[in-house]
Structures are given as structure tokens and as C-alpha cells.
């Protein structure tokens, strides 16, 4: 069977056409050799679950005149990786893969990516376009996007130029500095990334939330694999939190930061949680969000730096992303510019004084772990504020260059050495410059 047969049957299924199929949508039917997977969503009632599986098959080697979409269907299932559902015009594997399984007949089908105007090629074959670089290295691309021979080329060039974070971060790694003792991931359920799998040391899950039964969420895989790419050699303990309601999850988030900062006060120092990084943070809407950020703050003052959408609390400053040229030295200011959602027009009518605490750190053009646990995912002008909050794993290697840095100090240093940040003629903040930094607190 096909893989758009396969997608034509999700849709049949899906009554409600809402994308996902749910248990009332299969009417008491029950379909042989299916793969049923439950996740007990707090919208729905507990007797309902959603529903990702469809029928298993088996499939012979490609042919050759399969479409690019067919025949990455095929290779999937020839190794027993099957199509759990579906959304649009995506379907989706037990692993995380997502094919597009519409007939693109131009770059302007490619489908688009969560950030505005950035193509997704996630799973889409594009072999038949004659793109410029410039469109090639702006989308999301990974090992299921199928390219001509001349794309890769290009395409394989700028994915290793953008494995490397930049900004004088991989400068440090190359002196020695390259991550120590322990930093927490507080997001959702992760993939055993081969990237990083070996300096996993457990992964919690807090209160039993409904991550413990999805699969692994590409979100937690993106941010694990920016912060593993910053400390190397540093561990990584993994704390599983939901997304589903926001007054659940930040209660998760304080239990999380709670349970490190108890475990802290037994573990010898080489192996106490020295980052936590939070997936995105707390926000002002939650009636708990003084105590939440209270906690915090005791955190930090513990030696606990605390990475999240909540710096300006914690340190006085303001954390955002940057965008990067593909083709350019990635550890040279001039070739930075604001991220795709951010505009020079924010920065104009700001006083020098504010944006002097606007920090910016590298946030797109990136590569990351792609949640099917083995592959690379490239990242183009997509990926949001949560992966410059990963770069907080930092403070671990500038531990090594001085063991009783304080996170207050390690922000201030970051501040102080950093390079003006200027787009179009506009001063937007400064520009982190890891080097420098390192350079100093060395000094």
C-alpha cells in the first residue's frame, strides 16, 4: 500500500476532520494487525483516547519509479517503522518522521514551518526545482527530504558550517572549556538521541503527565541536542513536563526545580545541577507566578544558573535570538542579523541604555537532533526563543574556566564583553562574544 492509500485512509477515519483520530471517530471497529497507541488527553473524557495507528504492512524494495514520497514510505516500513497518523497532509511515523505527501509542483506549494514564511521540506521532495541557495538554506530540511544530487552539495556544505553554534562557543570548546558537572532539561518527552545519549544520567517524569504515554517530541530532541552541542562534556538530566495545560506545567516546572535543588544539597560539587533549562518559563497569567519566580530566584542564589523566558526577573536582562547567514563565518558579528520574526523597527525608538541589557545569542540557521533518534535536522530561518534559552548550558563551560562563578557574574560578564549588535544602521542590543568572554574571566 501507498502512502497517500495510507493517508486517504486516516482521512476516511477522521470524521470530526479535525487531523487526529480519536476513538469516537472509529465506531466501536476494531481493524486487524493495527497498531493502537492511547494518550490520555485532559481535554477529552478519560474513557477516550486518541487513536495513531493504522495497518501494518510489508513492502518490497523501492521501485524505481515510486515518487521521492513512496519511496521513503517504503524504506520506513521495510524496517518496521509504520504510519501512526496523520495531520493535513503530513503523515506521521512511530518515530517521529513526518512525510508530505502532496504533489508539490512549485516552490511556492513547499509547505510552510511554524515561523512565518520559512518553507518546511521536512519529508517533502523538492528534486524537481531549480532553487537558489538562498531558498535551499532558508528551509527545514531533513534525512527524508529528498534532493537532487546538486542540492545536497550545497545543502551538505552549509549543514557543517551550522553544526557549529558559533559565536566564540565552539572557540571555547577548542581551548579545553567544554562543559562540567550536571544541567537539567525541563521540557517534553525526550528521544535517546545518539548525539547525545551517552551523557544522559535519567530522565524523570513529573507527575505522571500525559508525556509518559506520547511519543518523542521532536521539541525536547532540538533542545537537548543546541544544549549538548554548547557543553559537550557536561550531563544532562531530563525532566519530563507537560504542554498541555499551562497552570499543570508550571507547577511541574517547580517541582522539577524543587527535586535538583534537594538532590544539590547531598551531591558532591562536581555532580551537582549547575544549569536548568527550561523549555520556555513562567509567565505573569499564573496566580503562583511570584512564588514560582521566588523559587527561581532561590535557585540562582543556590549557584543554580536558571535559563527560561524569565532573565529579565532573575538577572535584569533580556535574552532573544538571532538569525545567521548559511555561507558566512559563524563566529564573526557580521554575520548575524535579527532572527525571521524579529523586526529593526522594535529597536529604533529604544533608548541605548535598555537595549545595552539585550542580549542576543544564536538561535537559527541551526542544526538539531531530529526525533527519530539517529538523524540530523536542519533548521533554516525556522526555530523560536527556545533555542536560544538551550545556549544557557554556557554557564557549564565557563565553570571550567572558573569553578565559583556566580550566575549573576556569568551574565554580567556575558553583558560586558559582548560586541554592539547593529542591523540595517540599527543599534539592536548586544551580541554575545563567548571568546571574549572566556578571556576575561581567564584573566
Not at 535584569?316 to 555561507?327: A, H, L, Q, V
Amino acid at each position: 500500500m501507498d502512502i497517500k492509500s495510507i493517508l486517504n485512509q486516516f482521512k476516511i477515519l477522521d470524521k470530526n476532520r479535525d487531523g487526529w483520530l480519536q476513538a469516537e471517530e472509529l465506531n466501536g471497529k476494531k481493524f486487524e494487525n493495527t497498531v493502537w497507541h492511547g494518550i490520555i488527553r485532559p481535554d477529552i473524557s478519560a474513557a477516550e483516547f486518541v487513536i495513531t495507528g493504522l495497518s501494518l504492512e510489508s513492502a518490497g524494495d523501492a521501485a524505481p519509479n515510486l515518487s521521492g514520497f513512496d519511496k521513503m514510505h517504503a524504506k520506513l516500513v521495510q524496517d518496521n517503522i509504520q504510519p501512526c497518523n496523520y495531520w493535513k497532509d503530513y503523515c506521521f511515523y512511530e518515530n517521529g518522521v513526518m512525510l508530505y505527501t502532496k504533489d508539490v509542483k512549485s516552490y511556492d506549494e513547499i509547505p510552510n514551518a511554524p515561523t512565518d514564511g520559512v518553507k518546511n521540506a521536512r519529508g517533502v521532495d523538492i528534486s524537481k526545482f531549480n532553487l537558489s541557495d538562498e531558498e535551499l538554506l532558508g528551509m527545514v530540511i531533513d534525512d527524508y527530504t529528498t534532493m537532487t544530487d546538486e542540492q545536497k552539495a550545497v545543502f551538505e556544505k552549509a549543514k557543517s558550517a551550522m553544526s557549529k553554534m558559533g559565536l566564540g562557543i565552539d572557540k571555547l570548546h577548542e581551548k579545553g572549556f567544554r562543559g562540567v558537572g550536571t544541567m537539567a532539561l525541563l521540557d517534553q518527552k525526550f528521544c535517546n538521541h545518539q548525539m547525545y545519549s551517552d551523557r544522559i544520567l535519567k530522565s524523570t517524569d513529573v507527575g505522571n503527565n500525559v508525556n509518559s504515554t506520547e511519543g518523542p517530541s521532536w521539541h525536547a530532541a532540538s533542545m537537548m541536542s543546541i544544549m549538548h552541542k554548547t557543553a559537550p562534556e557536561a550531563d544532562i538530566l531530563h525532566y519530563c513536563v507537560t504542554d498541555m495545560d499551562t497552570k499543570v506545567q508550571d507547577a511541574q516546572f517547580a517541582e522539577a526545580i524543587n527535586d535538583i535543588m534537594e538532590k544539590n544539597k547531598t551531591l558532591p560539587d562536581d555532580e551537582k545541577v549547575k544549569t536548568i533549562v527550561m523549555g520556555w518559563g513562567f509567565y505573569p497569567n499564573n496566580p503562583k507566578y511570584e512564588e514560582y519566580i521566588n523559587l527561581c530566584k532561590e535557585a540562582v542564589k543556590s549557584g543554580i544558573f536558571i535559563m527560561s523566558n524569565n532573565t529579565l526577573e532573575l538577572y535584569g536582562i533580556e535574552i532573544f535570538g538571532t538569525d545567521r547567514n548559511p555561507k558566512g563565518d559563524v563566529n564573526s558579528s557580521e554575520n548575524y542579523t535579527l532572527c525571521t520574526f524579529d523586526k529593526t523597527e522594535n529597536y529604533e525608538n529604544c533608548s541605548k541604555e535598555f537595549l545595552d541589557n539585550y542580549l542576543h545569542l544564536p538561535m537559527q540557521h541551526l542544526t538539531i537532533a531530529h526525533e527519530d533518534g539517529k538523524s540530523i535536522q536542519y533548521e533554516g530561518r525556522d526555530g523560536g526563543m527556545c533555542w536560544a534559552n538551550s545556549v544557557g548550558a554556557l554557564y557549564n563551560d565557563f565553570l571550567g574556566i572558573n569553578p565559583g562563578l556566580t550566575p549573576e557574574d556569568f551574565v554580567k560578564l556575558l553583558i560586558e564583553t559582548s560586541d554592539e549588535f547593529n542591523v540595517e544602521g540599527v543599534y539592536c542590543g548586544r551580541l554575545l562574544n563567548a571568546e571574549a568572554a572566556a578571556e576575561k574571566l581567564s584573566k
